[in-house]
C-alpha cells in the first residue's frame, strides 16, 4: 500500500494537472466545496418557501423537496449527464455535470437543515423584529438567517462530509475526481485492488471522520454558548 | 387613539377576548391587570395586529388594524415591548437599537448612532452599548429593549409584562424607565401585575377576567374599589 502512495501519490492528489485536467482529491474537493456552496443559497430559498405562510409556495416547495429527496443522487447524475446537452446545446464536462447534480440534490437536505435552525429560533426574534416594523425581507435576511445560519454550522459541515462521500458516484460519468483517479491506477497495476481502493477508502475516511470531527467540537461549543445565552436573553 | 370595539378572539375553541369594548386617549396610561390567562396580553398583542382577531375591530388613530394595507406603516408608529425583552443576541446592545432605526427609519448611520446613543444614555446605559445582550442583567436587556422601541418615536408603547421575567431587584429600573415616558406624556398600555406600579402612574386601569374587560376606571376609582370590596377586586376576581 505504502509504495502505491509512494508511487502513485500525485494522481491522487491532483490527477493529471498540469498535463491534464485537475482531477484526484483536488477535485473532489473542489465539487464538494462548489455543489454544498452552490447549494447553500437554493436551499435557503426553499427553505424560507417552505415556511412560508403562502399556502401556494408552501406546497410546492415541499413537492420539490419531497421529490428530490426520495430520488437517489445517481439518477440526478444520469438525468442531467444526458439531459443537460440536449437542453443547452453544449458539451458538458463529468465534473461539471457532478456538480449541478449535486448542487440540486444538496439544496434539498440543506434546505431542511436550515428550515430546522430558523424554526429553533425562539419565536419572539420575529415578531420583535416584526414589531420594529421590518419587512419579511429584512426580517429574514438581518434578524433570523444570521443566527439561524450561526446554529447550523455543524450541521452543514456534516453535509459537506456527505458531499466528499457523494463526489465518488462521478466516477460514473467520467468526473475526474479521487474515485476516477484511484480507477486508473487500479487499471495500470491490475493485481492490486484491495490495496488501490483500500487507499481510496483511507482517504475518503480520513477527510470525512475530520470534518464530522470539527462538526462534532463546533456542536459542543455552539451548545455551551447557547446555554449560556439562553440564560441571559430570554 | 386606540379603541377596541366589540373585539373577539379565540384560540381554537378558547374564547380569549370576549367582546372588548374600550378607548385609550392620546396621552393616557392604561394598566391593564388581571389574573394569568384572562386576556391581557392578547388584548394588546392585536393592537399592531401580532395577533389578528375574530371579529370586531381595533382602530388605532381612526385607521382599522385589521383592514390596513401596509401594517409596517402602522407598527412604525407602535413600540412593544416583550416580557421576554426580545432582544437580538447577535447584535450589541448599541445595534440593537440602531437596527430599526437604519433599516425602518432609513437614518445614516452615524444619525442612528447618534440617536440610539442618546436613548441608551437616558436609560442609564451609556457604558453598556457596546455589550452584546448576553452580558447584561435582564433590567438592562429590558431597558435596551425599551430604548429601541422608542428611539423610532412611536405615538403610542406597548409593554406585555415588561417586568415579569426579572429577578425582584431589578423591577424598578425598568419601570421606572416605564414612568419617564409617561410623564413624558406618551400614550402607554402596560400589562403588568406590579400595583404599586400601576397606583402610581396609571390614569386608568382595565381589570379583564376570563375574556372580559369587566373593569375600566380610573386608577383612583380602581383602588378605592379595592379598598371597599371585601377581599378586594383582584382577589375576588381571580
Known amino acids: ?234 | 387613539m386606540i379603541r377596541f370595539e366589540a373585539v373577539d378572539k379565540y384560540f381554537g375553541d378558547r374564547h380569549i377576548l370576549k367582546s372588548v369594548d374600550g378607548t385609550v386617549r392620546k396621552g393616557e396610561v392604561v394598566v391593564l391587570c388581571g389574573p394569568s390567562g384572562s386576556g391581557k396580553s392578547t388584548l394588546i398583542r392585536t393592537v399592531n395586529r401580532l395577533e389578528g382577531i375574530d371579529a370586531g375591530k381595533v382602530f388605532v388613530d381612526e385607521k382599522d388594524v385589521g383592514s390596513v394595507r401596509d401594517i409596517n406603516a402602522l407598527r412604525s408608529g407602535i413600540g412593544f415591548v416583550f416580557q421576554s425583552f426580545g432582544l437580538f443576541p447577535h447584535m450589541t446592545a448599541l445595534e440593537n437599537v440602531m437596527v430599526g432605526l437604519r433599516l425602518v427609519r432609513r437614518m445614516p448611520p452615524a444619525e442612528a448612532r447618534e440617536v440610539a446613543s442618546a436613548q441608551l444614555k437616558a436609560l442609564g446605559l451609556a457604558d453598556k452599548m457596546a455589550l452584546m445582550p448576553a452580558a447584561l442583567s435582564g433590567g438592562q436587556q429590558q431597558r435596551v429593549a425599551i430604548a429601541r422601541a422608542v428611539s423610532m418615536r412611536p405615538a403610542v408603547m406597548l409593554f406585555d409584562e415588561p417586568t415579569s421575567a426579572l429577578d425582584p431587584e431589578m423591577v424598578n429600573e425598568v419601570l421606572n424607565a416605564i414612568e419617564q415616558l409617561a410623564d413624558q406624556g406618551m400614550t402607554i398600555m402596560c400589562v403588568t401585575h406590579e400595583m404599586g406600579f400601576a397606583r402610581r402612574v396609571a390614569d386608568r386601569i382595565w381589570y379583564l377576567r376570563a375574556g372580559e374587560l369587566v373593569h375600566d376606571v380610573d386608577t383612583e376609582s380602581f383602588f378605592a374599589m379595592q379598598a371597599e370590596s371585601t377581599s378586594g377586586v383582584i382577589q375576588q376576581s381571580a
Do not use: H
Not at chain 1, 454544498?36 to 401556494?56: D, K, T, Y
Not at chain 1, 406546497?59 to 437542453?87: D, E, K, N, Q
Not at chain 1, 428550515?115 to 435576511?141: C, D, H, W, Y
Open chain 1, 1 to 234: 500500500m505504502i509504495d502505491i502512495l509512494q508511487t502513485y501519490w500525485l494522481d491522487l492528489l491532483i490527477g493529471g494537472y498540469p498535463n491534464g485536467p485537475l482531477g484526484g482529491l483536488a477535485m473532489t474537493m473542489i465539487i464538494a466545496v462548489t455543489s454544498i456552496v452552490l447549494a447553500f443559497p437554493l436551499g435557503v430559498l426553499l427553505a424560507l418557501a417552505n415556511l412560508s405562510e403562502r399556502r401556494w409556495m408552501s406546497r410546492s416547495s415541499g413537492a420539490v423537496i419531497t421529490f428530490v429527496r426520495g430520488v437517489p443522487l445517481l439518477m440526478f447524475i444520469f438525468w442531467i449527464y444526458f439531459a443537460l446537452p440536449v437542453v443547452t446545446g453544449l458539451s458538458v464536462s463529468g465534473s461539471v455535470t457532478l456538480i449541478v447534480a449535486l448542487v440540486i440534490f444538496e439544496s434539498a437536505y440543506i434546505s431542511q437543515i436550515v428550515k430546522a435552525g430558523i424554526l429553533a429560533l425562539p419565536r419572539g426574534q420575529r415578531e420583535a423584529a416584526e414589531s420594529l416594523s421590518m419587512t419579511p425581507f429584512q426580517v429574514n435576511m438581518k434578524i433570523i438567517l444570521p443566527q439561524a445560519i450561526f446554529n447550523m454550522t455543524p450541521s452543514l459541515i456534516s453535509q459537506l462530509s456527505s458531499a466528499v462521500k457523494d463526489t465518488s458516484l462521478g466516477y460514473i460519468i467520467n468526473a475526474t475526481e479521487i474515485t476516477f483517479a484511484t480507477a486508473q491506477i487500479n487499471s495500470i497495476l491490475l493485481t492490486k485492488p484491495l490495496e488501490i481502493f483500500g487507499v481510496l477508502a483511507i482517504v475518503f475516511f480520513v477527510i470525512c471522520a475530520s470534518l464530522t470531527g470539527l462538526a462534532n467540537i463546533l456542536e459542543r461549543r455552539l451548545g455551551r454558548s447557547q446555554s449560556i445565552a439562553l440564560a441571559n436573553v430570554r
